[in-house]
């Protein structure tokens, strides 16, 4: 049965809720990532790469409000700390130089994580009906899926 969210229960919610926030953790954590890359790419495919890494950084940055204002919707905590997230995410930061092949290759890794993720956490929220938490994690999904085809593509 479809429900809103808060129809759902307290320990239903919180369920949703921590699926989520790791969703929220991880789109952080491979924002600050792209963006890293955004400013750090260098070679033959700087201009391409840094438009691509920008779109990243750009797109991530709203799913991060739009992931957290649903936890907020669900009536539950949205765990806001940077240290928090770092513990969290199953995404690592990348302090140093790389190659851009090295950077695509990451890149792809934490997009293919994150649309894993949010696989999980609409999982969840469909378990107990929850539609609408459903769908963006469906969405986001998707576009984390396309954001790896188009990584992917590079490396081809």
Known sequence: MTQ???AL????RAAIADAL?????E???????????????TGMAFGPLHELF??????HFVAQDDL?????????????????????????????S????????????AQETLA???????????????TLTEDLCINRGQTHEKFAWFLRSHLR
Not at 54 to 59: G, L, P, T, V
């Open 54 to 59: 920008q779109k990243i950084y750009e797109d």
């Open 98 to 109: 790389a190659s851009d092949k090295d950077m695509i290759k990451m890149m792809l890794e």
């Open 27 to 41: 789109t952080t954590v491979t924002t600050m990532l792209a963006q890293n890359f955004h400013w750090n790419v």
């Open 9 to 12: 229960t307290q320990d239903t």
């Open 21 to 25: 926030n790791q969703s929220v953790a």
């Open 4 to 6: 809103t969210a808060i």
């Open 68 to 96: 957290a204002e649903r936890i907020k919707a669900l009536d539950a905590h949205a765990d806001g700390t940077l240290a928090g997230m770092l513990k969290r995410s199953k995404v690592s930061e990348f302090d140093g």
């Open 116 to 130: 894993s993720t949010l696989a999980g956490a609409g999982e969840v929220a469909a378990e107990y009906g929850d």
